[in-house]
Structures are given as structure tokens and as C-alpha cells.
């Protein structure tokens, strides 16, 4: 099984576009696949005392999706509070849509049909005061009383514990009181909290309340899938969101948006819908273009200058890296050492950089020694990943017998915490090398996990990972021998830029895709790994069997050589004497 090499037609999506003039619009399309939202969002107008929770996303422009939401709904009838005596002639309040006329006084009107509060809400904004003058007192309406739906920021409602206590008491009586001077006012209208679905779970788990008040979940969905929807679908959700720019999208401005698009979700065949994050790009686009009608030039600069604005600590990665204040080679070949890829992301921006990765190993109790683990650099996921590494070099080499080794593996120059699993099958080589005492290409980098079956696995990251080191070589000169050896489960990922694209496309930079532990160190090493027999031995010119004898060596098994016949005889002289 040998690793296969990646065409550029694997290297990025491709879609099939249709002219802007024939796309058939569906009829809201800024609420693209959410399913699940609209069934809450129309039970919550069928059912009695049952409110929403709206799941959302950190990305979604709430406003803009709030809005789309109630378009696809008819709105209710306008409600007014009008005071009426009960059997026992006591005043009371109550909501009629009827407006009652002039004979009686309107307390107030719900005639909005909703209202978003967020950031420091007081209860005043809820539900009202009374203004008082010197002959009169006069009901000032809150949310509650003059809107159909009051949407509020669960956080932000949350973080308030008294007023979160005093919505969950409304919600329970049905009624509250603004003043003594007034009656109970029932509620009337529907609750409905926004937030992310950690929240909502944290909720559900902590307050009795809010799980009897808050059965309707609606989770807004964060991409798309182009298996159940067409590229059409997706521009019509983008032309939503130009539209509100008042912006007018050329043919080739789809392109861009759909790369980045799919670069969000890190996926071909999924389109993200970040609403947020493309109305930023297109007043951007906006902005540089100085006009209403953007294309494809427009989008690509407005993409690049929010890189530039935010790559800076990159931009020293790279300088450093340049300076060779970063010891990291992209040739020749070294035993027990090469390149790994990271992702650093930072509150805004992710990028990959290159790590050197070495390992040593000598005589000891079989102890493969995490030094990131140790000087407390590493995390749990990283010392996860080192234990499977452990356990697959036993599962190959220690059937039989304790491995009489230790082994110390560490990312060289790293002075910050690094964490994930990614690095493993990168580790799994060095320290493979190291044993066998065989080089290493320098000029090819490695990203992949690995299980105790040596089966390569997806990591995260795979296009910075991969940029990061292209990067490099292409600063120091592309050779044509370098390239990166990623999982062939992350080739569906790949979404990788132009200059990568089209060195690939000459010849000058490779990408090898893997699925087994052994296609790696055949294509790092080029040696074969070899297969092993019913007794688990390897033949002596194989990579595993050159692990093998060095492993026998270190447990002082190493097989005497065949004495000529001349040593013969010295060896019985030594014995008669």
C-alpha cells in the first residue's frame, strides 16, 4: 500500500455555478436549512405556556436572523389591555383583541410585533413603570405589554439573578405587577431566549423553571450540506445578505465567498452560514469598491486586507523562522528528527507553523518519555496521544517481550503549551528513525493521529498546516522535493490557496495522502517497512527489522557473529591454554 499523491483537482472545491438571473429563489432565503427553527418557532405561535429557546451560534448576526424568522410567520393580531370588573366587581386587566372603543380606556396596545433586549436590562424594560405628574399617574408599557414576542439575551438575562428569578415567577403565575396602584397584568405575550447551546444545556440541567417554561429548542444550523442543497440555494442566501448592504453581486463574486465559505466549515461539500462575518466582508468589498456592484476583484481584496490587519504575529512567526532564530530544515536528512505541523490560533486568526520534532533513545525499562508532558508544556490531549503511540510501538514490536528501550521525544524551541494529538503519527516517525538509526527527509513535513492499529487519522488545521510549511519553502526556494504527508481523511478539507494550487501544479511542492503508519515511514525513509512472519520477525533489510535488531541489541540479544576459521582456532588456543 503506498501513499498516493494529490492531484491539484483534490486541492480545493468546485462548484457549479448557474447566472445570478435564472437562480430560483426560495422564499426566505436567510433561514437556509433551518428546519429545526421553523417547526419551534411555529409551534411556539400554536401552543399555550410553552416559550422558545433559540440556540445560536457565535457568528450569526442575531438581529438580521430574528428578523427573517418573524417574515416567514404571519404576524398575530394587535392586543390591547383594557381594565374590566369580575363577578366579585373587583378591577381587573385583561388583553381583547377587540379594540373596546372610546367608552373605555386602552392601558396599553401590543401592536409591536417584537422586541430584542440584550446587554444591561432592567426590569423597567420589561414591563414598565408609571409616570407620575402632580394630577395623574400614567402607564408607561414595557416589552411584555407592547410586544407580541420579546426576544432577550439568555446571558445577559442570566447573568442578572434577581431578574432572572422575577421572569421565571412571571412565567409561572402568568401575571405581574408594575405597581400597587395598578392590577396584575397577565403576560400575554411569548418569551423567547437567545443564546448558544451550552447555555440552554446549563440551564436545563440547573433550573426547574426554565425547563418547564422553555420545551421549544430551535438550534440554528451553522452550514449546510451541498448534498441536500444546491450551490443555487446558497447564492440566494448570500444576494440576502448584499441585499442588506444594498449591494448587487457580480457573476464571479460567488467564487471568492464560496471558498471562504467552505474554508469556515472546513469542508468541500459544506458552506457556512455565518451571517455575521459575510455582511463585515461585503461592506468591506463595499467600502474599496466605492460602489454598490461588487465583484470578484473586490471580494479577493477585502479577503486579503482582513488577513493583512490581522496576521502580524505570523508575520514575526515568519521572520523568525527567516532569521534561523528557529532551527527547522527543508533538506537534506537527519535520524531522529522531523517536521511537524501546528495550528496557532489566536482570538481572531489561525495560522500554521512548522515544529521540529526530535527523539533519542537508549537502553531502559520501555519508557517513551513525553518531555512537553513533563516540563508541563504538553496537554491532556497531546499525552493521550503519546500513550497510543506507546502502545502501537509495543503492539508491533513487544508481543513477545518487554522493550528494553527508553525514548525521549520533544518539539524543539516550543515555550508555549501544546496540546491536541495531531502530532502523533509525526512523533511515531522520528522515533521509529531513531531506533533504526535512518534518516529523515527534512524535506517533507508530517500531520496525521494515529490509533494502536498504526491507522492514520483526521486532524484539524489541515489547510493552515499545510500553507504554513509551503510558506517556508517557498521563502527558502521550492525545490520540487517538498511536500506534506497529511490523512487521506482530511482531502475533503482541502480548500488551499492559489500559490499552493499552482506549485503543485508544476511540480515544485507534493502533498502525499496516508492511511497507515507504514506508508509514512516508507515515504519519510524510503525503506520499506516490511511485513512480519507467524513468529513476528521482520527480514533484517526491512525498516521494522533494522527496529527489531536495534531493540534486540538494547536488550542484549544481539547475535554473535559467524567466526571465520582462522578465529576458530584462535578462539580454541584461548580454551586449551
Known sequence: MKPTLLTSSQLSPT????????VNAPEHPLLLSQDRVIDAFTLLYATNNQHMYL???????????????????????????????????????????????????VLASRTKQYQYL???????????????????????????????????CAESLWKRESLWEFVMQTLNTG?????????????????????????FSQLYQLDGNFK??????????????????????YQAWLNAIADTQSLQLADNAYLPLFKLSARITEHQNKLSLDSQRFVQLLAQAKAYSGSTHIDASHINK?????????????VISSQNFDDRFIGLSTSGEVIGQVNGLTVIDLA???????????????????????????????????????MILS??????????????????????????????DSASLAEYCCLISAIAEQPILQSLAVTGAIDQFGNVQAIGGVNEKIEGFFNLCQRRGLTGTQGIIIPKANTQQLNLCNSVIQAIEKDMFSIYQVEHIDQAVELLMGISAGDADAQNQFEKETLYGMVQARLDQLAGQEEEPELTPFAKVLTKLRFFR
Not at 462548484?15 to 435564472?22: L, P
Not at 418547564?212 to 449546510?224: N, T, V, W
Open 175 to 199: 401575571h405581574y405587577r408594575v405597581s400597587s396602584e395598578l392590577s396584575t397584568i397577565p403576560l400575554g405575550c411569548k418569551v423567547v431566549l437567545v443564546g448558544n447551546s451550552s447555555v
Open 212 to 233: 418547564q417554561h422553555f420545551p421549544l429548542l430551535g438550534e440554528i444550523a451553522q452550514e449546510i450540506d451541498l448534498s441536500e442543497h444546491n450551490e443555487q440555494t
Open 348 to 386: 481572531d486568526y489561525s495560522y500554521g507553523e512548522p515544529a521540529r520534532i526530535t527523539a533519542s533513545v537508549h537502553y531502559g525499562d520501555g519508557e517513551v518519555a513525553d518531555i512537553e508532558r513533563k516540563s508541563e508544556l504538553g496537554g491532556n490531549i497531546h499525552a493521550k496521544g503519546m
Open 391 to 420: 502502545s502501537c510501538l509495543y503492539r508491533i514490536f513487544g508481543k513477545d517481550a518487554p522493550l528494553h528501550l527508553n525514548a525521549n521525544i520533544v518539539f524543539e524551541q516550543s515555550y508555549q503549551e501544546i496540546d491536541g
Open 55 to 105: 440556540a445560536d451560534f457565535n457568528g450569526l448576526d442575531r438581529s438580521l436572523f430574528i428578523k427573517a424568522l418573524l417574515d416567514s410567520h404571519a404576524e398575530s393580531a394587535n392586543q390591547y389591555l383594557v381594565a374590566y370588573k369580575d363577578e366579585q366587581q373587583q378591577a381587573k386587566l385583561r388583553w381583547q383583541e377587540q379594540h373596546p372603543g372610546e367608552s373605555a380606556g
Open 302 to 314: 477585502a479577503i486579503q486586507q482582513q488577513k493583512i490587519r490581522h496576521n502580524s504575529q505570523e
Open 15 to 22: 462548484y457549479n455555478f448557474t447566472q445570478i438571473k435564472t
Open 118 to 152: 440584550s446587554g444591561n436590562i432592567r426590569r423597567q424594560d420589561l414591563i414598565g413603570t408609571i409616570n407620575r405628574t402632580e394630577h395623574s399617574s400614567q402607564y408607561q408599557p414595557g416589552a411584555f405589554a407592547s410586544c407580541q414576542l420579546v426576544f432577550i
